[in-house]
Protein backbone atom coordinates (compact mmCIF):
# COMPACT_ATOMS: atom_id res chain seq x y z
CA UNK A 1 0.00 0.00 0.00
CA UNK A 2 1.50 3.50 -0.86
CA UNK A 3 2.25 5.79 1.87
CA UNK A 4 0.11 8.60 0.89
CA UNK A 5 -2.81 7.21 -1.55
CA UNK A 6 -2.84 9.36 -4.87
CA UNK A 7 -5.26 9.90 -7.39
CA UNK A 8 -4.32 11.53 -10.73
CA UNK A 9 -7.28 12.93 -12.22
CA UNK A 10 -7.81 14.02 -15.69
CA UNK A 11 -9.24 17.04 -17.29
CA UNK A 12 -12.04 14.81 -18.75
CA UNK A 13 -13.09 13.62 -15.31
CA UNK A 14 -13.32 17.16 -13.92
CA UNK A 15 -15.43 18.22 -16.56
CA UNK A 16 -17.55 14.81 -15.73
CA UNK A 17 -17.96 15.73 -12.12
CA UNK A 18 -18.37 19.49 -12.69
CA UNK A 19 -20.84 18.91 -14.95
CA UNK A 20 -22.54 15.76 -12.74
CA UNK A 21 -22.58 18.88 -9.96
CA UNK A 22 -24.37 21.01 -12.09
CA UNK A 23 -27.04 18.84 -12.84
CA UNK A 24 -27.37 17.78 -9.06
CA UNK A 25 -28.19 21.19 -8.56
CA UNK A 26 -30.46 21.76 -11.17
CA UNK A 27 -32.66 18.57 -9.97
CA UNK A 28 -32.60 20.10 -6.74
CA UNK A 29 -34.12 23.26 -8.73
CA UNK A 30 -31.98 25.73 -7.03
CA UNK A 31 -30.61 28.73 -9.80
CA UNK A 32 -28.20 30.80 -8.26
CA UNK A 33 -27.40 34.30 -9.59
CA UNK A 34 -24.12 34.19 -8.07
CA UNK A 35 -21.38 31.49 -8.21
CA UNK A 36 -18.59 32.23 -6.19
CA UNK A 37 -15.34 29.96 -6.05
CA UNK A 38 -12.88 29.46 -3.89
CA UNK A 39 -9.26 29.87 -4.79
CA UNK A 40 -7.63 28.20 -6.12
CA UNK A 41 -9.07 24.83 -6.47
CA UNK A 42 -12.67 25.88 -6.90
CA UNK A 43 -11.90 28.28 -10.20
CA UNK A 44 -12.46 25.14 -12.52
CA UNK A 45 -15.38 23.46 -11.12
CA UNK A 46 -17.13 26.68 -10.71
CA UNK A 47 -16.82 27.99 -14.36
CA UNK A 48 -18.04 24.27 -15.08
CA UNK A 49 -20.60 25.00 -12.96
CA UNK A 50 -21.26 28.45 -14.27
CA UNK A 51 -21.48 27.17 -17.72
CA UNK A 52 -23.95 24.54 -17.46
CA UNK A 53 -26.32 26.36 -14.96
CA UNK A 54 -26.19 29.46 -17.49
CA UNK A 55 -24.75 32.22 -14.11
CA UNK A 56 -23.26 35.08 -15.75
CA UNK A 57 -21.42 36.30 -12.27
CA UNK A 58 -18.61 34.06 -10.91
CA UNK A 59 -16.10 35.92 -7.96
CA UNK A 60 -14.00 34.16 -6.04
CA UNK A 61 -12.52 34.48 -2.54
CA UNK A 62 -9.03 32.77 -1.57
CA UNK A 63 -9.07 30.35 1.48
CA UNK A 64 -6.03 28.89 2.63
CA UNK A 65 -5.59 25.10 4.10
CA UNK A 66 -4.16 22.76 1.98
CA UNK A 67 -0.54 24.73 1.85
CA UNK A 68 1.37 21.48 0.97
CA UNK A 69 0.48 18.84 -1.04
CA UNK A 70 -1.32 16.17 1.55
CA UNK A 71 -0.31 18.77 4.60
CA UNK A 72 -2.40 21.45 6.05
CA UNK A 73 -2.49 24.51 8.26
CA UNK A 74 -4.04 24.09 11.51
CA UNK A 75 -6.78 26.59 10.36
CA UNK A 76 -8.34 27.67 6.97
CA UNK A 77 -7.60 31.13 6.62
CA UNK A 78 -9.47 33.81 3.83
CA UNK A 79 -6.71 36.01 2.07
CA UNK A 80 -7.15 39.15 0.40
CA UNK A 81 -10.50 40.31 2.46
CA UNK A 82 -12.85 42.70 0.77
CA UNK A 83 -16.73 43.38 1.31
CA UNK A 84 -19.91 43.04 -1.25
CA UNK A 85 -23.17 43.77 -1.20
CA UNK A 86 -24.98 40.48 -2.86
CA UNK A 87 -28.48 41.50 -0.95
CA UNK A 88 -31.17 39.87 -2.60
CA UNK A 89 -29.21 37.34 -4.48
CA UNK A 90 -29.22 33.70 -4.34
CA UNK A 91 -25.50 32.57 -4.12
CA UNK A 92 -23.60 29.21 -5.14
CA UNK A 93 -19.88 28.45 -3.05
CA UNK A 94 -17.95 26.04 -5.62
CA UNK A 95 -14.81 24.07 -4.14
CA UNK A 96 -13.39 21.20 -5.97
CA UNK A 97 -13.17 18.78 -2.82
CA UNK A 98 -14.35 18.53 0.84
CA UNK A 99 -11.19 16.92 3.03
CA UNK A 100 -11.82 18.60 6.63
CA UNK A 101 -14.76 21.17 5.22
CA UNK A 102 -12.52 23.49 6.66
CA UNK A 103 -12.62 25.75 3.94
CA UNK A 104 -16.03 25.59 2.72
CA UNK A 105 -17.43 26.60 5.98
CA UNK A 106 -15.20 29.31 6.42
CA UNK A 107 -15.80 30.93 2.82
CA UNK A 108 -19.73 30.01 3.87
CA UNK A 109 -19.48 31.82 7.05
CA UNK A 110 -17.42 35.08 5.10
CA UNK A 111 -19.80 35.30 2.61
CA UNK A 112 -22.58 35.55 5.03
CA UNK A 113 -20.57 37.98 7.34
CA UNK A 114 -19.25 40.18 3.92
CA UNK A 115 -21.34 40.18 1.00
CA UNK A 116 -25.28 39.09 2.82
CA UNK A 117 -27.12 36.93 0.33
CA UNK A 118 -30.47 35.96 0.40
CA UNK A 119 -29.67 31.89 0.23
CA UNK A 120 -26.22 30.56 0.57
CA UNK A 121 -25.58 27.25 -0.59
CA UNK A 122 -22.39 25.08 -0.80
CA UNK A 123 -21.10 22.49 -3.51
CA UNK A 124 -18.05 20.53 -4.23
CA UNK A 125 -16.67 18.07 -6.78
CA UNK A 126 -16.19 15.50 -4.32
CA UNK A 127 -16.66 14.39 -0.59
CA UNK A 128 -14.32 12.44 1.49
CA UNK A 129 -16.82 10.94 3.51
CA UNK A 130 -14.52 9.43 6.03
CA UNK A 131 -13.01 12.68 7.23
CA UNK A 132 -14.95 15.48 6.53
CA UNK A 133 -16.77 17.40 9.63
CA UNK A 134 -19.55 19.01 6.94
CA UNK A 135 -21.47 17.67 3.90
CA UNK A 136 -22.36 20.30 1.32
CA UNK A 137 -25.22 20.86 0.13
CA UNK A 138 -24.08 19.25 -3.34
CA UNK A 139 -21.63 17.17 -4.19
CA UNK A 140 -20.97 14.75 -7.57
CA UNK A 141 -18.72 11.90 -5.99
CA UNK A 142 -18.63 10.79 -2.54
CA UNK A 143 -15.13 9.14 -1.46
CA UNK A 144 -15.20 6.46 0.71
CA UNK A 145 -11.65 6.02 1.87
CA UNK A 146 -9.03 9.36 1.97
CA UNK A 147 -7.21 10.27 -1.06
CA UNK A 148 -4.99 12.68 -2.25
CA UNK A 149 -6.40 14.22 -5.42
CA UNK A 150 -4.09 15.23 -7.64
CA UNK A 151 -6.25 17.73 -10.09
CA UNK A 152 -4.58 18.97 -13.57
CA UNK A 153 -4.21 22.33 -12.50
CA UNK A 154 -2.07 21.27 -9.60
CA UNK A 155 -0.05 18.83 -11.33
CA UNK A 156 3.60 20.72 -11.00
CA UNK A 157 3.03 22.08 -7.58
CA UNK A 158 1.95 18.50 -5.87
CA UNK A 159 4.69 16.74 -7.91
CA UNK A 160 6.88 19.15 -6.78
CA UNK A 161 5.69 18.50 -2.91
CA UNK A 162 5.84 15.25 -3.13
CA UNK A 163 9.38 14.73 -4.94
CA UNK A 164 10.70 16.91 -1.92
CA UNK A 165 8.94 14.14 0.70
CA UNK A 166 10.90 11.76 -0.95
CA UNK A 167 14.10 13.39 -1.11
CA UNK A 168 13.89 14.61 2.54
CA UNK A 169 13.45 10.97 3.39
CA UNK A 170 17.36 10.48 1.92
CA UNK A 171 15.80 9.14 -1.44
CA UNK A 172 18.40 9.90 -4.67
CA UNK A 173 17.45 11.27 -7.89
CA UNK A 174 17.85 7.92 -9.88
CA UNK A 175 15.59 6.37 -7.38
CA UNK A 176 12.93 8.88 -7.20
CA UNK A 177 10.61 6.97 -10.38
CA UNK A 178 10.71 3.77 -8.37
CA UNK A 179 10.13 5.53 -5.14
CA UNK A 180 7.14 7.58 -6.18
CA UNK A 181 5.22 4.81 -7.86
CA UNK A 182 5.78 2.66 -4.33
CA UNK A 183 5.10 5.99 -2.23
CA UNK A 184 2.12 7.48 -4.04
CA UNK A 185 0.83 4.51 -6.01
CA UNK A 186 1.04 6.69 -9.47
CA UNK A 187 3.30 7.21 -12.10
CA UNK A 188 3.68 10.88 -12.04
CA UNK A 189 1.53 12.85 -14.98
CA UNK A 190 4.73 15.30 -15.63
CA UNK A 191 8.04 13.60 -15.84
CA UNK A 192 10.11 14.00 -13.34
CA UNK A 193 13.02 15.68 -15.10
CA UNK A 194 10.97 18.25 -15.93
CA UNK A 195 10.18 18.83 -12.07
CA UNK A 196 14.06 18.65 -10.83
CA UNK A 197 14.36 21.47 -13.54
CA UNK A 198 11.57 23.34 -12.27
CA UNK A 199 12.51 22.69 -8.87
CA UNK A 200 16.58 24.02 -9.39
CA UNK A 201 15.04 27.27 -11.54
CA UNK A 202 12.77 27.98 -7.90
CA UNK A 203 15.85 27.21 -5.84
CA UNK A 204 14.20 24.22 -4.12
CA UNK A 205 17.31 22.31 -4.98
CA UNK A 206 21.28 22.92 -4.56
Excluded: C
Amino acid sequence: MPKIPVKVVTWDEVVEWSTRLAETIKEDKYQPDVIIAIARGGLVPARIVADVLGVMDVLSIKVEHWVETASHTPQAKVKYAYRLDLSGKKTLIVDDITDTGDSVELAKKYVSENFSPAVIKTATMQYIKPVAKVKPDYVASIVEDWTWFMYPWNYWEDEINLVRKLMNEGVKTEELEKKFLESYGVKPPVPLQKILQEMKRRDLLS
